[in-house]
């Protein structure tokens, strides 16, 4: 229903949920400026993760909160009782293709990586998503965010974000693409 983008190798990646909505954008330093947005059903991994791997080309970084559903996103790490190690735990179905960040939001804004593998410097955040969940909130109200009008307003706020430095020349090219159809 919405144009979203194939996201390339080696690129941050945040995603975050709210009210049954998955958003997955690119950081600033990548200037793509597209944005993904689709609602879902609900938000456990057998519905999140599908979209991910649909949308998202693997070799790219993904930054998460701690949800539960990401977990998928990289290998389980056990306790080796007999040596004392951490140790990977990766069954042979499972393919991890992303490097999963984790933001471990009860330390605080910005966390160290919560993926012990990933051996990831600094401090990592998910503040892009939440600001971009502001946005889309300020301009969706409350009354508009049901399952039946939400896949709407987000197609428009996607429009209007696409489009907003030439909204009248991008309704007036839609107005004739529409009225070409209708010839047909």
Known sequence: MVEAIALGTNRVVTIS?????????????FKAGRRFLCT????????LIPIIRKYVVPGTTIRTDGWRAY??????????????????AMMDSEQHIYRHQVVNHSLGFATEDQVHQNN??????TNIIEGLWA?????????????LECPY???E??????????????LVRGLGEKKKEVKR
């Open 135 to 147: 946005d889309v909130k300020r301009e969706m109200q409350a009354r508009h965010r049901t399952k």
């Open 157 to 170: 706020y996607l429009w209007r974000y696409e489009n907003r430095n030439q909204i009248w020349r991008a």
């Open 71 to 88: 977990s998928g996103l990289h290998p389980r790490e056990r306790y080796n009782a007999r040596t004392g190690a951490l140790q990977v």
């Open 17 to 29: 949920q709210a009210n049954g909505v998955t958003e997955t954008r690119l950081v600033p330093q």
């Open 153 to 155: 307003r987000l197609m």
């Open 120 to 125: 990831t410097r600094g401090m990592i955040n």
């Open 40 to 47: 879902v059903p609900n938000r456990n991994a057998r519905t």
